[in-house]
């Protein structure tokens, strides 16, 4: 096998070698999980576990007998799905441009039911969101505004919709400071292009979340969550944001007032980023019920995140998906 198939796939196929079979699959896991070696979650023995080949999702600690699933904790545990589809469903969702509907990834990795499909790809949107992740703004503004995501209602009366309201934080930096690591993502990694439509800066890290109003104490907690406390905040003049220089932010509003004019000079980068997220739930989900909206967001604020390193997206997913929740 090349090196460079070991380092970075290059195509879905190489992918496959890597991870053909349910032990391949489970020597990753295990080696994401205990990285400096295994060590006994009851006895702390530190050393090779036994390998159980009639059940390789499973370690035994040679000094006391204890077992140990490889997939607990995760999204993969008590799955009937084999390891090495939940490998290849997780490289095509993260490197496949731009996502895949249900129906796709349904017949692309030939599950037998779309019900399993969907739910697969319900719980890889959900590892998508890093536990503990950076606030953003410790470098660079912050954009802070809300869009409504979804589509008129039919026959039900003028100005009735089922749309849901979702708050949207983006950071606005140089285009030349584009070129780096992210700290998202693995270390070393570097961007192969360059975006930003044409404009002397462009969008870093993004956060999207579904919120259930406009009102201050839905917004500001928001914002405290997502965005480093000192950072320049802008937003339009709406009143939910008016404490955020009382908690800590340099806040910049500006009451744009529907001029397009005035909201291209003052918060461009997150309208880019609610039209681009509007086009991808249209062209590749064809629309999104409330309920699962979040998810979807999830998945492409990580789209979002990782756009200048396509490859990397696999690893990322999975470390975060493998993590063990403390409960």
């Not at 462009?202 to 500001?220: D, F, M």
Request: glycine share 8%.
């Amino acid at each position: 096998m090349t090196k460079h198939m070991l380092d970075d796939p290059r195509t879905f196929i190489e992918f496959q070698h890597l991870f053909p079979d349910e032990a391949s699959c489970a020597r990753h896991l295990e080696r994401i999980r205990w990285p400096e070696g295994f060590e006994c979650p009851s006895c702390g023995q530190v050393g090779d576990p036994w390998r159980l080949q009639a059940r390789p999702r499973v370690l035994e600690c040679r000094q006391c007998g204890y077992q140990v699933s490889l997939t607990a904790g995760t999204i993969m545990h008590r799955t009937q799905q084999p390891l090495h589809v939940w490998f290849w469903a997780a490289y095509l969702v993260t490197t496949q441009t731009p996502g895949m509907s249900a129906l796709q990834f349904q017949r692309q990795l030939g599950i037998k039911r779309y019900e399993t499909a969907f739910l697969m790809l319900h719980k890889l949107r959900a590892a998508m969101v890093r536990p503990g992740r950076y606030r953003i703004g410790a470098k660079w503004p912050v954009e802070v505004d809300e869009t409504f995501v979804g589509g008129a209602t039919q026959r039900e009366g003028r100005g009735r919709h089922h749309k849901t309201l979702v708050v949207g934080m983006v950071e606005v930096l140089p285009r030349k400071k584009a070129i780096g690591p992210d700290p998202n993502l693995p270390s070393g990694q570097r961007p192969q292009h360059r975006g930003g439509d044409g404009r002397v800066f462009i969008a870093g890290r993004l956060r999207l979340q579904v919120i259930p109003n406009r009102k201050q104490e839905t917004l500001e907690p928001m914002v405290l969550n997502n965005v480093q406390q000192k950072a320049e905040v802008r937003t339009d003049g709406w009143k939910g944001y008016d404490n955020l220089h009382k908690i800590g932010y340099n806040h910049i509003a500006m009451p744009v007032q529907g001029d397009e004019a005035k909201t291209d000079r003052h918060l461009p980068m997150i309208h880019i980023v609610f039209g681009s997220l509007a086009a991808w739930l249209l062209e590749t989900h064809h629309g999104v019920s409330p309920a699962h909206l979040q998810g979807y967001l999830n998945e492409f604020v990580f789209r979002f995140n990782r756009r200048f390193w396509p490859m990397v997206g696999f690893d990322s997913v999975l470390k975060i998906a493998a993590r063990v929740e403390l409960i």
